[in-house]
């Protein structure tokens, strides 16, 4: 599955030391949002699956986006359609 309301910093590939630090707090901070009770998945509008045939979904609870969560805190930024550099 892949959280597609977000664009959030590489950890497998990252471009640099800062892009790696931020993608764990990243990876960290979403552990934490998901274990903190209940929450739907919503498909993402008009595609089920990216190319390698994950999932797109969004993650809610009480109506709010946990993605939304992250690009407040600074460790996401809101999909635009294309990734951006982080470094």
């Known amino acids: 599955m892949r959280v597609t ?3 959030a910093p590489e950890i497998s590939t990252p471009k640099c030391a800062s892009e790696l630090t931020l993608g764990n707090k990243a990876t ?3 552990i934490e949002l998901v274990n ?3 929450f739907q998945l919503q498909a993402w509008p008009g595609r089920d699956t990216d190319r390698y045939g994950r999932k797109l979904r969004v993650l809610v609870r009480d109506g ?3 993605g939304d969560r992250l690009v407040e805190e600074g ?3 809101t999909w635009s359609g294309r990734r951006e550099p982080w470094c």
Do not use: K, T
Request: glycine share 6%; proline share 7%.
């Open 64 to 66: 709010r986006s946990l």
């Open 5 to 7: 309301d977000i664009d």
């Open 36 to 38: 903190e009770g209940p």
């Open 75 to 77: 460790l996401a930024r």
């Open 28 to 30: 960290d901070r979403l």
